[in-house]
């Protein structure tokens, strides 16, 4: 569209957020009167005022953060395209933002970590061990590039991919009686103990639900923060 470049979308954006032409001309790295001149280039080829000036500090107006809106999209959307520019690129380089599940990270990511800094030496890796609601809220807020968890998103727009299937397993004292090895009914530890997982863990809500589909009303059961193989 002639008239209009992202570094335009880029000072509104910054003006908005300061609030004031002068510390937004700072930030973006140019003369006041420059980044003024060029918002009143831009109201003119929109026909409305996108600002509305109070001395020296600055307001949207109605139309303005209707366009700011829409600006932001855009300028999210130029970001994802040259952050996809690197990826298609021969030589992988930048960060990359991975969030993982507690019940999964410490268990996966040393198989894998290690490959992956091999091939793509460049790639400077940044993970996050959270609980996944909190996992797929950072990813749609952009806070992450990936995120590796158990269960399908509750999130819409998200793509996803399966990796691997592990089955549930039931762990027992060593003078439980049971053959090791042999399938498990739920019908089997009616009214046992469950140590299971907090609340905010996914695992101990696919435990509960795998046990009322099994028509099993959950007992009493202990709660642990986390689990350990050392």
């Not at 020296?56 to 953060?65: D, F, I, M, N, Y």
Request: some cysteine; hydrophobic content about 40%.
């Amino acid at each position: 569209m002639s008239g209009l470049s992202l570094r335009d979308l880029e000072y509104i954006q910054s003006i908005a957020q300061e609030g004031h032409f002068g510390a937004a001309a700072v930030g973006c790295g140019v003369s006041q009167p420059a980044i003024s001149q060029q918002v009143l280039k831009l109201e003119a080829r929109l026909g409305f005022a996108i600002f509305e000036r109070q001395g020296k500090h600055v307001s949207l107006t109605p139309s303005g953060a209707q366009f700011l809106r829409k600006a932001e999209v855009v300028l999210a959307g130029a970001r994802e395209l040259l952050d996809m520019s690197v990826g298609l690129s021969d030589n992988l380089e930048g960060e990359l933002r991975v969030g993982v599940i507690s019940t999964l990270g410490p268990y996966l990511l040393p198989l894998v970590l290690g490959s992956i800094k091999s091939r793509y030496p460049q790639i400077r890796l940044r993970l996050s061990e959270e609980p996944t609601t909190v996992l797929e809220q950072m990813l749609a807020d952009r806070e992450l590039d990936a995120i590796l968890i158990a269960t399908e998103p509750k999130h819409q727009h998200l793509e996803t991919a399966g990796l691997f299937f592990e089955p549930f397993a039931l762990a027992c004292p060593a003078d439980h009686g049971r053959t090791p090895g042999q399938p498990v009914a739920w019908a089997d530890v009616r009214g046992a103990e469950l140590v299971l997982l907090s609340e905010e863990h996914c695992l101990r809500d696919q435990t509960m639900a795998q046990q009322r589909s099994a028509g099993q009303i959950p007992g009493k059961i202990r709660r642990i923060s986390r689990v350990s193989n050392g």
